[in-house]
């Protein structure tokens, strides 16, 4: 790449010496014929002028002795002499024979005997048809002594002509290869001196325009050349250290906005997209580049396309709330500035669905906690405001409004007590310690602490034991809690004389609890919303049996926190069962870390009894009460 300007640059200064020299030898080629004719044919004419006295004499001569005599007056040189009459016939022509005389042809109409009859002498320069050679011819025109008008023309070949042309060629050939070589030294001087160091440098000006920022010019030994290198190198030098920086600030601002939670989407003044990091991509439902994508390509609501066509008109930054459906509904603030210089805008996109959401729950959650709160306070201040009036003064009367109270304020501590289970199962405090426990055991536990209740509403609590299930990790309270929060409910809304039944098994790498009752069961509608805080189906005959709507929320979190799921299906009028499956982990006696393993310490074989029980595989869709409506809250597990 580099040959062809270093050649050029080299031609740049041998173009006047090689122009000069071939419009010396192009010139002289063309001007020598016309300059030698010249000077033969005012050598001719001289000859003519010179022949023409004795010319006259031959007056009287005709045929054979008129051609005798002009023979004569030019023997012995090269020159042949042609009279010519007035009529262009030729009388005589010394190169001739008579009998060749009568043959040739009328001379008139000729260039140098038509000159010579109108102006009295003429010339030219022409090749012969006969041996096509170059001559010269002069021609004057002469008078007899009887009067008569005839043209005495001389003409002579031009054979030195050609050798003179060859001479010349000799000459400018040799003239040619001395300049030439002269040329060669000079350029090779040249080259060395000044063209080869200059090519070097623009070799390395070329790699670094091209891009390589690491090329350096070896500096050469000329100063005004060193300098130039010294330059370019120096350039080469900032330019790498500010690209190097530049690149790190755009790997920078990359990551930054890779790492981003919100979107951002950077425009140019016609609104096409120039760039969209991770967070936008994501929210907006794309997975590769849109850049060159209009608003509307981005997003098919005309949300995004408004606050973009707004801010380039008005550049000032403004804060939109919309709600997108990317493919689900988002809440999301997109907050757009102008990018000041390119015309550009600058759009951060920020879903705050789980914001509102949150914010929505927390205002539920107060509204729910001072409803729960303002009916015991109410029925407390009222029976309190009755014993202050008069019925201290009854004895039965007080004593049934103390137990009302005692009750109200059980119903209280029930609530707060459920209160705080919750917000601990929230909160990012420390969790306690984890044991190992027997959920066999445990069941049984529970049991006899809700039998009471039980006996109460008639409903006979029945335990199908496992035999062989192994010791889980988890939090026993918590764990009783979540039981006996499930063996309450399904005692609460039950049929007098119905039945719960517990079940325990094993299905893959879980432990499965499941309590079914045979009670009112629950409407498909509000399966979904079964583990919120403070729900009730039934709102009235909840609060008439003393629940706080907080029981299946703490289930949920409590199953969750060990890693668990939980999972309810129900058909109104027939019963509810509730499933929650629990990882199940024993200790290594290597120290290796926590294996799956049985209570012997020993992995389940496909033989062992302890692998999932039929029964259970009706959470699949095989169960046909699941077209009835199922709900199932998951949790990653903890492994």
């Known amino acids: 790449?580099?040959?062809?300007?270093?050649?050029?640059?080299?031609?740049?200064?041998?173009?006047?010496?090689?122009?000069?020299?071939?419009?010396?030898?192009?010139l002289l080629w063309w001007q020598l014929p016309s300059t030698l004719g010249g000077v033969a044919t005012e050598q001719m004419l001289a000859t003519a002028r010179?022949?023409?006295?004795?010319?006259?004499?031959?007056?009287?001569?005709?045929?054979?002795?008129?051609?005798?005599?002009?023979?004569?007056?030019?023997?012995g040189q090269s020159q042949q002499l042609t009279l010519i009459a007035a009529d262009g016939r030729v009388l005589a022509d010394s190169s001739k024979t008579y009998d060749g005389l009568l043959a040739m042809e009328n001379l008139g109409l000729e260039p140098e005997v038509a000159q010579a009859r109108q102006?009295?002498?003429?010339?030219?320069?022409?090749?012969?048809?006969?041996?096509?050679?170059?001559?010269?011819?002069?021609?004057?025109?002469?008078?007899?002594?009887?009067?008569?008008?005839?043209?005495?023309?001389?003409?002579?070949?031009?054979?030195?002509?050609?050798?003179?042309?060859?001479?010349?060629?000799?000459?400018?050939?040799?003239?040619?290869?001395v300049g030439l070589l002269?040329?060669?030294?000079?350029?090779?001087?040249?080259?060395?001196?000044?063209?080869?160091?200059?090519?070097?440098?623009?070799?390395?000006?070329?790699?670094?325009?091209?891009?390589?920022?690491?090329?350096?010019?070896?500096?050469?030994?000329?100063?005004?050349?060193?300098?130039l290198a010294g330059v370019l190198n120096h350039l080469a030098s900032r330019l790498q250290a500010q690209v190097g920086e530049l690149q790190g600030e755009r790997n920078q601002l990359r990551a930054i906005l890779s790492s981003m939670s919100e979107g951002v989407l950077v425009t140019d003044s016609d609104g096409r997209a120039l760039l969209a990091n991770?967070?936008?991509?994501?929210?907006?439902?794309?997975?590769g580049s849109?850049?060159?994508?209009?608003?509307?390509?981005?997003?098919?609501?005309?949300?995004?396309?408004?606050?973009?066509?707004?801010?380039?008109?008005?550049?000032?930054?403004?804060?939109?709330?919309?709600q997108l459906r990317t493919p689900e509904e988002r809440s999301v603030v997109l907050t757009a500035g102008a990018l000041k210089g390119s015309g550009g805008v600058v759009v951060v996109a920020r879903d705050v669905t789980e914001e509102d959401r949150t914010m929505t729950m927390r205002r539920e959650f107060v509204a729910n906690v001072s409803h729960e709160l303002k009916t015991p306070l109410s029925a407390i201040r009222g029976y309190a405001e009755t014993l202050e009036d008069w019925a201290l003064e009854d004895p039965e009367t007080s004593q049934r409004y103390l137990g009302r109270i005692l009750a109200q304020c059980q119903r209280l501590q029930l609530l707060l007590d459920d209160l705080l289970t919750l917000s601990r199962l929230e909160g990012t405090a420390e969790a306690p310690r984890l044991e190992l426990i027997d959920l066999e055991a445990l069941t049984y536990q529970a049991r006899e602490l809700v039998s009471a209740a039980a006996q109460d509403r008639k409903v006979e609590i029945l335990i199908e034991p496992h035999g062989s299930l192994p010791q889980i990790e988890g939090i026993y309270n918590d764990l009783e809690r979540m039981l006996v929060n499930l063996l309450e409910n399904a005692v609460k809304y039950n049929h007098p004389g119905g039945e719960v039944f517990v079940r325990l098994d094993i299905e893959d790498e879980d432990v499965v609890l499941e309590v079914?009752?045979?009670?009112?069961?629950?409407?498909?509608?509000?399966?979904?919303?079964?583990?919120?805080?403070?729900?009730?189906?039934?709102?009235?005959?909840?609060?008439?049996?003393?629940?706080?709507?907080?029981?299946?929320?703490?289930?949920?979190?409590i199953a969750q926190g060990h890693g668990g799921t939980v999972e309810v299906e129900s058909v109104t009028g027939e019963g509810?069962?509730?499933?929650?499956?629990?990882?199940?982990?024993?200790?290594?006696?290597?120290?290796?870390?926590?294996?799956?393993?049985?209570g012997n310490g020993k992995s389940l074989g496909p033989n062992d009894p302890r692998e999932s029980s039929p029964r259970l595989h009706r959470r699949a869709t095989s169960d046909p009460r699941l077209g009835y409506g199922m709900a199932r809250v998951t949790a990653a597990r903890r492994r």
């Open 278 to 287: 991770p967070a936008f991509l994501h929210l907006f439902g794309h997975t």
């Open 576 to 598: 509810s069962t509730f499933r929650v499956f629990l990882p199940w982990k024993a200790e290594d006696p290597e120290n290796t870390g926590f294996v799956n393993q049985g």
């Open 50 to 75: 010179a022949h023409a006295n004795m010319v006259r004499t031959f007056d009287g001569l005709e045929g054979p002795q008129l051609q005798v005599a002009l023979q004569r007056l030019v023997a």
């Open 119 to 177: 102006w009295g002498s003429g010339t030219a320069v022409r090749q012969r048809p006969q041996d096509h050679a170059d001559h010269a011819f002069a021609a004057i025109e002469i008078f007899t002594q009887a009067g008569e008008r005839r043209v005495l023309r001389v003409s002579q070949p031009l054979g030195q002509l050609r050798t003179v042309r060859q001479s010349l060629a000799r000459a400018m050939a040799g003239a040619t290869t």
């Open 182 to 227: 002269v040329i060669a030294l000079v350029s090779w001087y040249l080259d060395r001196r000044f063209f080869r160091p200059m090519t070097r440098i623009i070799d390395g000006a070329g790699e670094l325009a091209g891009g390589d920022l690491a090329a350096r010019i070896r500096p050469p030994r000329q100063s005004d050349l060193g300098r």
């Open 290 to 322: 849109i850049r060159g994508w209009r608003p509307l390509e981005i997003s098919r609501q005309p949300d995004l396309d408004q606050v973009i066509r707004f801010t380039l008109a008005d550049g000032a930054e403004s804060v939109h709330q919309r």
């Open 516 to 557: 079914e009752d045979t009670g009112i069961g629950i409407p498909h509608e509000a399966l979904p919303r079964i583990f919120e805080r403070f729900f009730r189906v039934d709102s009235g005959r909840a609060r008439t049996q003393g629940g706080t709507g907080l029981g299946l929320s703490i289930v949920k979190h």
């Open 1 to 26: 790449m580099g040959f062809l300007p270093s050649f050029r640059i080299r031609l740049t200064s041998l173009w006047p010496a090689l122009s000069a020299l071939a419009a010396a030898t192009l």
